[in-house]
């Protein structure tokens, strides 16, 4: 808050986590500007998943702390986390399965206002069912709206995963590899979904697709074995010695350091 | 077809003595006690995602506050009845606190640990609960009129009184699963770890889920014991919980008659083989693995699926 003119969405200080003798995370020191498209990414293995893990409150972290607009987060449970405004997604695509796509929105957009009344029908809930609406329009899923969710195409479930990331209207939304795994044109539609939402939200993405990241991220962190290895702009990211090097010129590199985790 | 049973059901009392044995009232009423004692379990499993194998507990609990209120502190109907009802929701509560901290076969284990725990009290604490004989007593009236009272002495008041508070009981979860609790609960069925993410607090809500399957199964046993004018520990054995399971899975675990439907079928086998054959578990036994197998959504998923395709057949 001192020089900068906003202070930071999220600001992160010696984030340590080891699971047994591996350290995943390793003193990772950052802060995230708000209004920008922040990615992270690195080899397999890096650390960005733990680190979302840590930031979500899923994993406890061993050291350090977590600020987020301000407010200290460190270890908070992951609901209290998300009722103050972070939303996340998850590597392995997951809704609720059995629930229909607009019920998946509802009980989203409702969870931080409450869910104890018993006999109020779901339907009287102006403000979330207007919510419910009104993503369906922002990701084309109105005509997807009945079905089950576990029914969907993995391309669809993905964007239902953001949409339910944007019906809890957090401040800061951390998307773990929201394209994996979709074809050319779902990649498409879901990259200008993002580029649409981050006008309005700040948005963290971890993602493998190094084409994707360069074309939409403001600001790109590169971690490496647990530990940040480099931040800075696409061009000053793709101009980076120690990046090329450590992953993103030597690809045969990113096998080796999977290996050296998975061991 | 609903409005069908549910005339046929309200019209029991006079229609079944016309045709049968009037003692078929008595099985009737007696599927709807064990109905609801499935029903809690089907809250839990159906739609929490919690397996418990532990609601015979409450219903036990339900049957002593009855048995114990009537007899040993001289209650009226219905005080005795809210001492039913308020002994296995206070002991829901306490067991909940442990045992929603688990999930999957963690959770069924504390759930018949639990259970076990408190059958060996209750045959132990003779002074109390009878010990192996249990507890008999003579049946308060539930309303008097002038001179004329009304309770369980008759079988049709006993009959329609079942049949109500059934009724009740499944309507009021029928709205609960069109509230924001009821999908909450269903949100943490399908997916807990995003019901966390999206900021509901698992832990609470389970524990509601359990303390309210407290209370069908408590309010169950509390009416079993009106039934049967006595209370035994022998009910809160788990192979009681266990048949409950069974009748719900059977029936369809996630529907709201799933549970009645599952124990209609297995107490009228039981009722009607039971008198020829001695081995009537075995019929059970082979049904519960049949559906498991081939409809794993029960009887009335696979009823649903019938609806489905003779209606899509005509398009």
């Known amino acids: ?263 | 077809m609903l409005i069908v049973s549910a005339v046929f059901l309200v019209a029991v009392p006079w229609l079944v003595p016309a045709v049968a044995d009037r003692f078929w009232v008595n099985v009737m009423a007696e599927i709807l006690i064990w109905s609801l004692l499935a029903s809690s379990v089907n809250l839990l499993f159906g739609y929490v995602g919690l397996l418990s194998f532990g609601q015979a507990l409450f219903f036990g609990f339900g049957m002593y506050g009855v048995a114990i209120g009537v007899e040993k502190l001289g209650l009226g109907f219905w005080p005795a009845l809210g001492l039913g009802v308020a002994a296995p929701v206070a002991m829901a509560f306490v067991a909940g606190i442990f045992a929603v901290r688990l999930t999957w076969h963690y959770f069924a284990i504390i759930t018949v640990v639990f259970s076990l725990i408190f059958y060996f009290l209750a045959l132990t604490l003779k002074p109390l609960t009878g010990g192996d004989d249990g507890i008999s007593f003579t049946l308060p009236p539930a309303f008097r009129f002038g001179g004329a009272e009304f309770g369980f002495a008759s079988e049709t008041f006993q009959y329609l009184f079942i049949l109500a508070t059934v009724a009740l009981c499944l309507y009021a979860m029928r709205r609960l699963l069109a509230s924001p609790l009821g999908k909450a609960f269903m949100a943490i069925r399908d997916n807990d770890v995003r019901a966390s993410l999206i900021g509901l607090n698992v832990y609470w809500l389970r524990l509601a889920a359990f303390v309210m399957a407290g209370f069908l199964a408590g309010l169950s046993g509390a009416l079993f014991a009106f039934f049967g004018r006595y209370a035994s520990a022998s009910y809160m054995f788990y192979h009681v919980s266990g048949e409950a399971v069974v009748w719900t899975i059977v029936g369809g675990a996630g529907t709201l008659l799933g549970p009645l439907v599952g124990t209609s079928l297995f107490i009228l086998v039981r009722e009607v083989v039971s008198t020829h054959w001695q081995h009537h578990a075995l019929i059970v036994g082979a049904v519960a693995i049949l559906i498991v197998i081939y409809a794993p959504r029960g009887m009335v998923g696979l009823w649903r699926d019938l609806l489905e395709r003779w209606s899509g057949g005509e398009k």
């Open chain 1, 1 to 263: 808050m001192n020089e900068a003119a906003k202070p930071p969405i999220l600001r992160i200080d010696g984030l340590t986590k080891h699971f047994g003798g591996l350290t995943a995370v390793d003193g990772v020191t950052l802060e995230f500007a708000p209004g920008r498209l922040h990615a992270v990414i690195g080899p397999n293995g890096a650390g960005k998943t733990t680190l979302f893990n840590l930031i979500s409150g899923f994993l406890p972290s061993d050291e350090g702390r977590v600020f987020f607009a301000g407010q200290e987060i460190t270890r908070l449970a992951p609901h209290k986390i998300s009722r103050l405004g972070i939303s996340r997604t998850l590597q392995v695509k997951s809704v609720f399965n059995q629930l229909s796509v607009a019920d998946n929105l509802w009980i989203t957009a409702q969870a931080k206002r409450g869910v104890w009344n018993p006999f109020r029908r779901t339907a009287s809930y102006r403000e979330s069912c207007e919510k419910v609406e009104r993503v369906l329009e922002q990701l084309d899923l109105t005509a997807l709206a009945d079905r089950q969710a576990g029914t969907l195409s993995h391309g669809d479930i993905a964007l239902l995963e953001i949409g339910m990331a944007i019906a809890a209207e957090p401040k800061l939304l951390l998307l773990d590899e929201p394209i994996c795994g979709m074809s050319p044109a779902e990649t498409a539609r879901t990259v200008t979904k993002i580029r649409e939402l981050a006008q309005t939200i700040d948005i963290v993405l971890i993602e493998h697709d190094m084409e994707v990241v360069f074309e939409i991220a403001d600001d790109i962190t590169v971690m490496a074995q647990g530990a940040i290895l480099a931040c800075g702009s696409p061009k000053e990211i793709a101009a980076d010695e120690r990046v090329r090097e450590a992953y993103l010129g030597r690809p045969e590199d990113e096998d080796y350091v999977e290996e050296a985790v998975r061991a």
